[in-house]
């Protein structure tokens, strides 16, 4: 069975950090292209970013609005892939999912919230 | 940035067949993926690879391509089918992922 766990999200003032972690489990980890998406309340899916196999080269991408602040990376001993969030902004208040997306793999997904 | 537009809302009565559409210009080469997401819930993957049905979907749901337009089709659409729709692809490089804006399905 496939499983995605996020964690690390929580209330944080602006300019300030977090980073959240997803733990996967069912599938070979280390083969996958592994992507973070968020969901402001109310309103849609947001791509933030995606992180490719180390085989394939490890490379990142990050969407225009969070690029720079923002940092994918993972740890394929430990199944586990991290958002580094730093420089938070009020509009980076969301649900965050990690999802191997193409597979239809998500997790439940973790709120971070981001308020003074 | 690479946009996917999709309808806000669809409306259709039990029974008829909904379509959404989903138009972006490098829908031409690159795969369209459709999720359903129902409130306060994870998204659920209908489609994948344009018209691909991943397990326990219902035959109901199906997909096509065209063009720079890609299309989702409920046929004989159900009241627990309703929710909000995205579509999902990539930019022409393919290291850009993006989503629809999202459409609203109701059956009623």
């Not at chain 1, 199944?79 to 239809?104: F, H």
């Not at chain 2, 909000?84 to 009623?108: P, Q, R």
Request: charged content about 20%.
């Amino acid at each position: 069975e496939v499983r995605l766990v996020e964690s690390g999200g929580g209330l944080v003032k602006p300019g300030g950090s977090l980073r959240l972690s997803c733990a996967a489990s069912g599938f070979t980890f280390s083969d996958a292209w592994m992507s973070w998406v968020r969901q402001a309340p109310g309103k849609g899916l947001e791509w933030v970013g995606r992180i490719k196999s180390k085989t394939d080269g490890g490379t990142t991408y990050h969407a225009a609005p969070v690029k720079g602040r923002f940092t994918i990376s993972r740890d394929d001993s430990k199944n586990t892939v991290y958002l580094q969030m730093n420089s938070l902004k009020i509009e980076d208040s969301a649900v965050y999912y990690c999802s191997r997306v193409g597979r239809g793999y998500w997790g439940q997904g973790t709120l971070v919230t981001v308020s003074s | 940035s690479y946009e996917l537009t999709q309808p806000p809302s669809v409306s259709v009565s039990p029974g008829q067949t909904a379509r959404i559409t989903c138009s972006g210009d490098a829908l031409p080469k690159k795969y369209a993926y459709w999720f359903q997401q129902k409130s306060g819930q994870a998204p659920v993957l209908v489609i994948y690879e344009d018209s691909k049905r991943p397990s326990g979907i219902p035959e109901r749901f199906s997909g096509s391509r065209s063009g720079t337009m890609a299309t989702l089709t409920i046929s004989g659409a159900q009241v627990e089918d309703e929710g909000d729709y995205y579509c999902y692809s990539t930019d022409s490089s393919g290291n850009n992922e993006v989503f629809g804006g999202g459409t609203k399905l109701t059956v009623l």
